[in-house]
């Protein structure tokens, strides 16, 4: 029987509703868990803050489909504001507004996972049904050379250039039109997110969606959760209440809020944390990136937005590695990211059509003396996140800027300029020494993060984790957390098929069991 | 060893510098500028507020050549977004228009006794690039959070965008 969506906005009377499985978040975690559960046969409600948001809401307006379709209306942030954090919020989550780039878990990834965190069942066997099945449903294949748009091959020219090791990307597009506006939502239903894929599959399936209400609180009696309390609210007009709430008791209780929002609810439930792991170890890929001028039209709004990488120093021996993607420039977003002041600034966005940028991503997480930030919680009880920066981010957030110099300049870049305050702008090779002089520290070089990852870590051992391989909490039997907030490192790729496959598998094994009850 | 960590991570943004500026002396009761406000009601925003954002934005975002997109018009958004935004960031954002403009707090960490938006355009950049690489993280932040607003606000608008060669979406998609 097919289920419904309910939009949250709409309702005029509280709502009280009972199921097997609630899911908290309609993310790339959420809806593959909505889906694997809905189709076992158990009823599934999946709860989302985000609006009910379609391709006709996707109006490729930045300053209209931002505040519609990310955290905080795209002003989210680490509490310095060192961090600019971009994260989804609509129906579907990240996977509505990503940039498509799909990539497995590295094996050495899971092979330190399984050597330091116990995670001994994360077998690259063990995952590999699970990622075959999602790229299958999500129609990954390998960009082809003529999909390259001009910015991706500035960063292919360069990468090859400098004999550095460079990747054609795959991603998750049935019959793109090149447009370029992946971020702001897909508007041709390209985009095989989990709106257009996973959702409607759980939706064929009986589960039932409720849009536009925020959860608050998990209920706990007798050291398991018996129902999320939360209530209704217009996302689109600053979270303004419509005065109604919501209550689902459940067996079972995944939360799927994403990295940041995960931790943040469990906190807010205060849930049993004899360790101090919550919110702990989050952990953001930080990016840096440079923009390089060029002489002919890159108009870097048009195309595929990421179609190539080069990974060439994800694993350094000297500090933290990188890896190097390119990014789609709109006006908004640009302006925004960029470090000039003034009539620097003014410069800079009248160059736009002829910039290409080079993101070094920084993959944080895998050295001990790498804490990652800590989600606590505002007065108000929203998510306030912390991140350090570390003498070994600033090491390589400095190396991840001089690669990505070095490579604009290969790709033929008149001018490259930096995201330090003030930028510096580097002409020729022989100016890279003077990188060295430029300044490190919070608010001294602009970083953002598209990947948020961590503060409900796996791992064997209770006393360092949150949740197990199976991704069920430690202490709480019918309480999963199944997004990325389980990763108890970064990754070194994009994250959205790491979260795929983890929580496909993971679902299929909850509802094997869940079953297995239900029959005695 | 919980509970301190929280409590010690919840305080407000602003709080320090806050303190630091307090005080109903003279100089903090310095008046902002007057400039002349738009014809439609402000929601957020006091007539104080909108003079030193105007300023702001003035400076962090100067329009490009031939452009009928206007600081002004973006102030009026800025006034927009921050009716809607959550209350605790519009108040840590007025707090700070605040602090900008206090020349209490001026006078006591770089001698300025003027407020910010009755200072002439050299002086405003002085005291924004100050406040961008101070050696204070929170005058750091200050400064991001500012330019943040008034790039992304300007480039809101179509004008801007297609004074800089951005052609918008692709004609004839919806
Ligand atoms: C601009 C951008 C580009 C990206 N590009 C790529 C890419 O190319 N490749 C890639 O692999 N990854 C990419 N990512 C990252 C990827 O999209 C995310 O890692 C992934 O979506 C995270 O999945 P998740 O399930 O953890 O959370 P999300 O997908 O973020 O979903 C969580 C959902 O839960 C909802 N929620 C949270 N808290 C609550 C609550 N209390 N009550 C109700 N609902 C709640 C949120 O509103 C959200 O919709 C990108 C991300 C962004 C923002
Ligand atoms: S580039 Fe392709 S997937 Fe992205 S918005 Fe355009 S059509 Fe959709």
């Known amino acids: ?11 005029t009377q509280n709502a009280r509703l009972r199921c097997d499985v609630c899911i908290v978040g309609s993310g790339a975690g959420g809806a593959t868990a909505a889906r694997v559960l809905a189709r076992a046969g158990l009823s599934v409600v999946v709860l989302e803050a985000g609006g009910n948001n379609r391709k006709d809401h996707f109006t490729m307006q930045e300053h209209e489909v931002y505040p519609l379709l990310y955290q905080e209306a795209m002003r989210r942030a680490t509490a310095d504001l060192s961090i600019g954090i971009l994260q989804g919020r609509t129906l579907g989550g990240g996977t509505v507004v990503n940039w498509t780039t799909s990539f497995r878990t590295p094996e050495h990834v899971l092979e330190h996972w399984r050597d330091r965190y116990g995670l001994t069942a994360l077998t690259p066997a063990a995952l590999e049904p699970h990622f075959a099945e999602m790229e299958g449903r999500l129609g990954v294949y390998e960009v082809p050379d003529e999909q390259i748009n001009a910015n991706n091959r500035k960063l292919w020219e360069g990468a090859g250039a400098l004999g550095w090791e460079r990747t054609r990307l795959r991603r998750n597009v049935r019959g793109c039109r090149q447009i370029g506006y992946c971020g702001m939502g897909c508007p ?7 709106l257009v894929t996973l959702l409607p599959d759980a939706l064929a399936a009986g589960a039932t969606v409720v849009t536009d209400c925020d959860i608050r609180r998990l209920r706990l009696a007798g050291g398991r959760v018996t129902a999320v309390e939360g209530h209704f609210h217009h996302p689109e007009a600053g979270d303004r209440g419509t005065g109604f709430d919501l209550v689902v008791e459940a067996e079972i209780c995944i939360v799927a809020g994403g990295a940041i929002n995960s931790p943040a609810l469990l906190l807010r439930s205060e849930l049993p944390d004899p360790h101090d792991r919550l919110g702990r170890r989050t952990f953001l890929h930080p990016v840096a990136a440079a923009i390089g001028h060029f002489a002919d039209a890159i108009s870097p709004w048009s195309g595929v937005p990421q179609s190539v990488s080069c990974h060439h120093f994800v694993r350094r021996p000297e500090g933290m590695g990188f890896f190097l993607e390119a990014a789609p420039l709109h006006p908004v977003l640009f302006a925004g990211a960029i470090t000039a002041h003034g009539a620097q600034h003014r410069e800079a966005m009248e160059h736009l059509g002829h910039t290409a940028a080079s993101l070094a991503i920084l993959v944080d997480g895998f050295d001990p003396s790498e804490p990652g930030g800590t989600v606590t919680l505002h007065d108000d009880g929203a998510p306030r996140l912390d991140y350090p920066h570390t003498p070994r981010l600033q090491e390589g957030i400095r190396a991840g800027i001089e690669a ?8 033929g870049a008149t001018r490259v300029l930096t995201p330090h305050e003030p930028p510096v702008s580097i002409t020729r090779e022989t100016e890279l020494p003077r990188l060295a002089f430029a300044p490190t520290g919070p608010n001294l070089v602009r970083l953002f993060s598209a990947h948020q990852m961590g503060g409900c870590g796996m791992g064997a051992d209770p006393a360092e984790s949150v949740v197990n391989s199976d991704l069920c909490h430690h202490s709480i039997p019918n309480l999963y957390v199944m997004d990325g907030a389980v990763l108890p490192t970064s990754l070194g790729v994009n994250p959205q098929f790491t ?10 094994q909850l509802a094997l069991r869940a079953n297995a009850v239900k029959m005695d | 060893m919980t509970l301190d960590r929280r409590t010690v991570l919840v305080r407000g943004l602003w709080g320090g510098l806050l303190l630091a500026a307090g005080g109903s002396t003279f100089l903090a009761l310095r008046p902002s500028a007057r400039v002349e406000l738009p014809p439609e009601p402000l929601h957020a925003l006091s007539p104080a507020h909108f003079a030193i954002l105007l300023a702001v934005v003035t400076r962090c975002v100067p329009p490009p050549a031939s452009t009928p997109a ?5 102030v009026v958004r800025l006034d927009t977004t921050l009716a809607q935004a959550d209350a605790r960031t519009r108040n840590d954002l007025l707090r700070l228009l605040g602090l900008l403009d206090n020349a209490l707090a001026g006078f006591l960490l770089d001698g300025e006794s003027t407020p910010f938006s009755r200072l002439d355009a050299a002086a405003q950049d002085a005291v924004l690039e100050r406040w961008r690489l101070s050696r204070f993280a929170l005058r750091r932040t ?4 500012l330019r943040r607003l008034a790039a992304t606000h300007f480039y809101a608008d179509p004008a801007a965008q297609r004074a800089i060669g951005y052609p918008g979406p692709p004609v004839g998609v919806q």
């Open chain 1, 1 to 11: 029987m097919a289920g419904t969506v309910l939009e949250g906005r709409s309702l």
């Open chain 1, 188 to 194: 041709f239903d390209a985009k095989q997110s989990a």
């Open chain 1, 404 to 411: 990505s110099t070095r490579l604009l300049l290969a790709a």
């Open chain 1, 499 to 508: 979260i795929y496959g983890l929580v496909h598998r993971a679902a299929t």
């Open chain 2, 70 to 74: 206007t600081c002004r018009d973006t």
């Open chain 2, 142 to 145: 200050g400064y991001q959070a």
